[in-house]
């Protein structure tokens, strides 16, 4: 089994920047490609990063591209995201999600993620 645990979230004004980390414990080598969710209330999960498992590849969505950046360290077990230039719209928690063997090499979709962190409050105030 793999366990992840997101830290860094908190409360920040508008145009702001905060830092995300993820450390995955357990049975590392079954991590593949990792992600970053997020979820507002009312809203669905929706993804925000991902990041294949050698960082070869990435994907960011309209949203968040050219102000979020995710970035892993393979030998640390640990997963980043920098955020910059917060809005009020990203507030929600945010997963950290790692994929197995058996799931794409890249993927924006909840369901090809295996294991997840137990999420952490981003709030952006106005």
């Known amino acids: 089994q793999v366990q992840l645990a997101e830290s860094g979230g908190g409360l920040v004004q508008a145009g702001g920047s905060l830092r995300l980390s993820c450390a995955a414990s357990?049975?590392?080598?079954?991590?593949?490609?990792m992600g970053w969710f997020r979820q507002a209330p009312g809203k669905e999960r929706e993804s925000v990063a991902a990041?294949?498992?050698?960082?070869?590849?990435?994907y960011y969505p309209p949203s968040v591209k050219g102000r979020f950046t995710i970035s892993r360290d393979n030998g640390k077990n640990t997963l980043s995201l920098q955020m910059n230039s917060l809005k009020p719209e990203d507030t929600a928690v945010y997963y950290c999600a790692a994929a197995g063997r058996s799931r794409p090499y890249l993927s924006a979709q909840s369901i090809n993620y295996d294991y997840w962190g137990q999420g952490t409050q981003v709030t952006v105030s106005s």
């Open positions: 990041i294949s498992r050698s960082g070869d590849m990435t």
């Open positions: 357990g049975r590392t080598n079954n991590i593949y490609a």
